[in-house]
């Protein structure tokens, strides 16, 4: 094999290696809050969840107070991802959380997109994400954010370390009202083993000291 191929080859098995973590299996169910299930649409025009609402979020347990889904139809749109999003604070603040599978010691990657209730959240809508050994102070500050029609969403992401082999995400709105910090777009996904990443770093670098050795090559020549 020329070293011509042989850079393309190794630059697809380090693309390869990229690839295969960016596709691993986001372990929440529902985190974009595509799924109402049996929800009945309220008069303010979304679904609203808690004690006082029988029925379920799919994915998730509310902890306390309400949540709400809003849909793109509305004011509260768009959404980061596809048509529905999530307020924090129902008819008041809320918390929910979700347990999923983990392997005790590995690493997760938490990412999340967020947004304010741009019709009556408080300025800043302020929230928290906690997981194994996190809290996340989340800070929606107006003016940051858009306005009703233009959500304009920012992404954050996290690591966690398991320490059980089930681990629990909660989000909790910190603040009172109807108008919270909105998320969206949610994803728990395991960060790549080791032996992945010293295939991909290998890869690389292989690819790297025969561009180098072609650019010798050229010179001496
Ligand atoms: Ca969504
Ligand atoms: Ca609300």
Do not use: H
């Amino acid at each position: 094999m020329n070293f011509k191929a042989a850079v393309i080859s190794l630059v697809a098995v380090a693309a390869l290696a990229v690839a295969a973590p960016a596709s691993a299996a986001n372990l929440l169910i529902n985190g974009d809050f595509e799924d109402k299930g049996a929800a009945v649409l309220q008069g303010w025009g979304g679904y609203t969840y808690g004690a006082a609402y029988s029925l379920p979020l799919p994915g998730w347990m509310v902890n306390s107070g309400s949540v709400d889904i809003v849909r793109n139809v509305t004011q509260w749109s768009p959404s980061y991802d596809g048509s529905q999003a999530l307020d924090i604070n129902g008819f008041g603040p809320g918390s929910i959380s979700q347990s999923f599978a983990t392997t005790v010691g590995n690493f997760y990657s938490v990412f999340y997109a967020y947004s304010r209730n741009a019709a009556n959240a408080q300025n800043p809508a302020l929230a928290t994400i906690t997981a194994p050994g996190q809290v996340i102070q989340v800070s929606a500050l107006k003016g940051s954010f858009g306005s009703p029609n233009n959500l304009l969403w920012q992404t954050s992401t996290f690591t966690f370390q398991a320490t059980n082999a089930l681990s629990t995400l909660t989000l909790s709105s910190t603040d009172n009202g109807s108008g919270g910090v909105f998320f969206d777009g949610l994803s728990v996904t395991a960060v790549p083993e080791p032996a992945t990443w010293a295939l991909m770093i290998g890869g690389f670098g292989m690819a790297g000291a025969l561009l180098r050795r072609q650019r010798r090559m050229t010179l001496a020549a």
